[in-house]
């Protein structure tokens, strides 16, 4: 399964999250910004690839329909409510992530606490 989080600048929380769910067995994860100075900005390329789209606030999925609407039918596009106050790697961040992503790709418990918790 391929999935894309997507924030503002992708510096923090989107790459923090793609470095988790990398970690996982049959997970391909990426992560982009919606700024135009984001570290990766979201791309056509990368909306195509992505099987499920995690935008950290509602902000960034209003964004990605705004830009890339019309290929983004069929798409799954979930808004993960998490504010722009955590650090990249960041214990708490790790936590709400493994919870909220974990819930909407079917994740055990026992499988979250064997995905990265700290910065390798």
């Known amino acids: 399964m391929n999935i894309l989080f997507v924030c503002s600048r992708n510096r923090l929380r989107s790459p923090t999250a793609e470095a988790v ?3 996982w067995d049959g997970v391909s994860a990426a992560s982009a910004g919606t700024s135009p100075d984001a570290e990766e900005p979201v791309s056509t390329d990368l909306i195509l690839w992505a099987d499920v789209i995690f935008a950290m606030e509602a902000i960034h999925r209003r964004r990605i329909n705004e830009r890339f609407g019309a290929i983004l039918r069929g798409k799954r596009v979930v808004v993960l409510g998490i504010p722009d106050r955590y650090g990249y790697m960041e214990v708490r961040l790790i936590e709400i ?3 909220k992503v974990g819930r909407h790709l079917k994740i055990s418990v026992h499988d979250l606490s064997s995905l990265h918790t700290s910065n390798e």
């Open 21 to 23: 769910f990398s970690g």
């Open 97 to 99: 992530l493994k919870q």
